[in-house]
């Protein structure tokens, strides 16, 4: 059984591709409006003289509308739904981030779902506002749905929602879940050579602050210490206080001798 994690990676990812499937089919079917656009002003402008089409408000079997620069604005405005689905297929690709983090931050890492959603659902509602052919219906009806989609899952996880299905910051994750091993038995450092004798003999090869304390208080720093020109004088033996005073080594006689005696 899964971790919840997985769930949730697996169950956003799954969002992100038919959210791509959604925009490849809104790009099919706008370059094929564009290509019957196009037509259909051909087809128009060589039968115009024939019959009064001024009563028209669209020309027929398209799009566009039957008003002054109708069929610009109509080209423009499906060249933008294209530009418009590239952006939105890269960002969801995910290339290149940096671009989308510095120039449209709002489709970079720093943001959630939320406004792939929107441009999703304005791009849905533009295509449905007009009167397309069964394909071109079905695709931006398909595409405001995920858009819808998107826009939920944007409010729920806001910003974390990119962070959470990213292939990378999930083997990140996995990384820093395998235990990791240590190696446990006691390491001892190996002395150096010389350095048991030199530290009782105060000999050896000594640094400049080794040398200050090195020698001990033995005999060798004793003889250091007289080559420096300092002394080194014997405390005076103190008795406390409350000591008895010392006996002399050779005790007084009890009795002393009489002038008188022999």
Not at 135 to 142: D, G, I, N, P, S
Not at 144 to 157: E, K, S
Not at 227 to 235: C, D, H
Request: charged share 15%.
């Amino acid at each position: 059984m899964l971790p919840p994690r997985a769930y949730l990676f697996l169950g956003l990812n799954g969002v992100r591709a038919l959210s791509i499937i959604s925009m490849l089919l809104v790009f099919a079917s706008s370059i094929f409006v564009l290509v019957n656009d196009v037509q259909a002003v051909n087809h128009f402008m060589k039968n115009s003289s024939d019959a009064d089409l001024s009563d028209c408000e669209y020309i027929e079997n398209s799009t566009v509308p039957n008003q002054p620069a109708g069929v610009f604005w109509a080209v423009v405005n499906r060249l933008l739904i294209i530009f418009q689905i590239i952006a939105l297929i890269l960002s969801e690709i995910g290339w290149p981030s940096s671009f989308f983090d510095r120039f449209f931050p709002v489709l970079g890492t720093g943001f959630g779902l939320g406004p792939l959603g929107i441009f999703q659902c304005l791009i849905g509602a533009t295509i449905l506002s007009h009167h397309v052919d069964d394909f071109t219906l079905v695709a931006a009806f398909f595409l405001f749905a995920i858009g819808c989609l998107n826009i939920l899952l944007g409010l729920i996880f806001r910003e974390r929602a990119k962070s959470k299905r990213s292939i990378t910051s999930w083997r990140a994750e996995a990384k820093g879940v395998l235990p990791t091993t240590h190696d446990l038995r006691p390491q001892f450092a190996r002395p150096q050579s010389g350095f048991v004798s030199a530290l009782f003999s105060g000999k050896g090869n000594k640094t400049a602050d080794d040398e200050k304390a090195g020698y001990g208080f033995g005999t060798a720093g004793e003889k250091k210490a007289g080559l420096k020109g300092f002394l080194i004088s014997k405390p005076l033996e103190t008795l406390p206080r409350y000591a008895s005073p010392p006996r002399s080594e050779t005790p007084e006689p009890k009795f002393k001798s009489s002038n008188f005696a022999i």
